[in-house]
């Protein structure tokens, strides 16, 4: 059975960083992309940043809006992922979501993920 557990979250200042992780288990992690996709009140679920490992290196994907501010990692020796944010801005608050897809399948829709993570609420205070 495959579960994506979610930790991290909460109430934070405008400004301050933040970062969530999303530990994995019942899956071989390291074949799978990670993905963290975010959802933000009245708004539909949209992808933030994904994560490949190639057996070398990492390989990681950012929304344009994510760029810059926002750092995606894996640690598989751990079967987890992370979502680091720096500069938390009150645009940032939403229900943040980590998922594992297919390593072939489209990494920025959601319809390429086969598990999803609990959600983690985010609400940064201006």
């Known amino acids: 059975q495959v579960q994506l557990v979610q930790f991290g979250g909460g109430l934070v200042q405008a400004g301050g960083s933040l970062r969530l992780s999303c530990a994995a288990s019942?899956?071989?992690?390291?074949?799978?992309?990670m993905a963290w996709f975010r959802q933000a009140p009245g708004k539909e679920r949209e992808f933030v940043a994904a994560?490949?490992?190639?057996?070398?290196?990492?390989?990681?994907y950012y929304a344009d809006s994510a760029k810059g501010r926002i750092t995606i990692s894996r640690d598989n020796a751990k079967n987890t992922v992370y979502l680091q944010i720096n500069n938390l801005k009150p645009e940032d608050t939403a229900v943040y979501y980590c998922?594992?897809?297919?390593?072939?399948?489209?990494?920025?829709?959601?319809?390429?993920?086969?598990?999803w993570g609990q959600g983690t609420q985010v609400t940064v205070s201006s």
């Open positions: 994560i490949r490992w190639n057996g070398v290196v990492n390989n990681a």
């Open positions: 998922a594992a897809g297919g390593y072939y399948k489209d990494y920025v829709s959601q319809h390429g993920y086969d598990y």
């Open positions: 019942g899956l071989t992690f390291s074949r799978y992309t």
